[in-house]
């Protein structure tokens, strides 16, 4: 926990970056066919808007998903990367999985939260995140150590850079800001589906 | 072991290695679970099996997702929970159904046969219903030589499906619970 990129200045001290810009930078930096789960909301319509990938799955139905998804790809798929994307909403109602994912230690599992501390599609009503919950200490004390607020877009991407290149798993928090989402994702999922899985290769 | 053909009667018949035997022939290879009595020993063969990821899980649900991420990379599991657990996978169950995944779920009855517990009985007595309104195919087992064949048969439905589907364990086959001497 000593390298730089790990010491952040904290939830407080996060400058408040936006979704699409923050999506953007992560999905450019993905040049090996990884895997990114989606999770519903606007989280995810901002990952169809970076620009659709095969590789991409959009979880569209029920939240807290994305991460849980997210693992049974990355324990199928060990040499591949895998990224859940998760808004703070979604996640706080499964903070299970972050103690599950903790105790399986997937090396290639890296989970991106985007924190507007809201419920943002549903009309900005608050989140606990909003109040006194910081969903890095959160994951922390789940037992994944390598959890860590994105202090700006530049620290965003060396993160990003180092969960592409070291052992995880992975929990990046980004303060986001009340931008709404600038796409809709296609919704039909046995569509999404065979797209992912023929972009895994998994389906013929 | 052909635990069927065993001569000492139905009552001798190791139905746990029974369904660890199917979830290797039909290469199973994540297993999650949020344990129950009556799956400790299948919990125990499927960790001592080094070609299973055994995933223990918070809540049921997860598990909903996690193999739905198991299928679509490529790998087949099983899902093991209590009765009580199908109660916090109504929501989750919309993914198979909706993407038209896989699911293999193995559950543990409580409620229905000689429960101490009235708790249990509201949630046991709905399991089937409950699961059935959520399109999951159930197949009952309520004795020992009907636990292999009738997993073999919701692995089948399952995986060349796909959908979602669950092998219920009876109390009766587990034994009623009892905490007390």
């Known amino acids: 926990m000593t390298t730089p990129e790990l010491e952040s200045r904290g939830r407080g001290n996060a400058k408040v970056m936006n979704r699409f810009d923050v999506t953007k930078r992560l999905v450019g930096r993905l040049k090996d066919e990884e895997a990114v789960i989606g999770g519903i909301g606007n989280t995810n319509f901002d990952l169809w808007a970076a620009g659709h990938r095969p590789q991409n799955f959009y979880m569209l139905g029920s939240m807290g998903l994305a991460a849980p998804i997210a693992l049974g790809v990355a324990l199928a798929q060990p040499k591949r990367r895998v990224f859940g994307l998760e808004g703070d909403g979604s996640l706080l109602m499964q903070l299970g999985c972050l103690a599950t994912i903790a105790n399986l230690k997937p090396r290639n599992l890296a989970i991106v939260v985007m924190d507007n501390a809201s419920y943002q599609i549903t009309g900005s009503q608050p989140t606990a995140t909003a109040g006194a919950a910081d969903i890095v200490a959160i994951a922390r004390g789940a037992g994944i150590d390598k959890s860590v607020w994105a202090d700006d877009e530049s620290h965003f991407e060396r993160l990003v850079d180092r969960a592409l290149a070291e052992d995880g798993p992975w929990l990046i928090a980004c303060r986001i800001d009340q931008q709404p989402a600038v796409a809709q994702t296609e919704r039909d999922p046995t569509m999404l589906r065979d797209r992912f899985m023929r972009g895994l290769g998994t389906r013929g | ?181």
């Open chain 2, 1 to 181: 072991m052909n635990a069927t053909a065993s001569p000492a009667g139905a009552s001798k018949i190791d139905w746990p290695a029974a369904i660890h035997r199917q979830f290797k022939s039909w290469d199973v290879r994540q297993v999650a679970h949020v344990p129950d009595a009556g799956h400790k020993r299948l919990i125990e063969l499927c960790q001592a099996d080094n070609a299973i990821a055994v995933v223990p899980l918070t809540t049921e649900e997860e598990g909903v997702a996690l193999l739905a991420g198991a299928a679509l990379g490529g790998q087949r599991g099983a899902l093991l929970m209590q009765s009580s657990g199908v109660g916090n996978c109504v929501n989750m169950l919309s993914l198979p159904r909706v993407c038209r995944l896989p699911l293999l779920m193995v559950v543990t009855m409580r409620g229905e046969w000689g429960e101490f517990n009235p708790w249990q009985v509201p949630m046991g007595r709905n399991t089937e219903a409950v699961l059935e309104l959520c399109n999951v195919l159930c197949f009952r087992a309520d004795s020992p030589a009907e636990v292999e064949p009738t997993l073999e048969a919701a692995a089948r439905m399952a995986f060349e499906g796909p959908q979602a589907t669950a092998v219920l364990l009876a109390q009766k086959l587990i034994g009623a619970k009892s905490f007390v001497k």
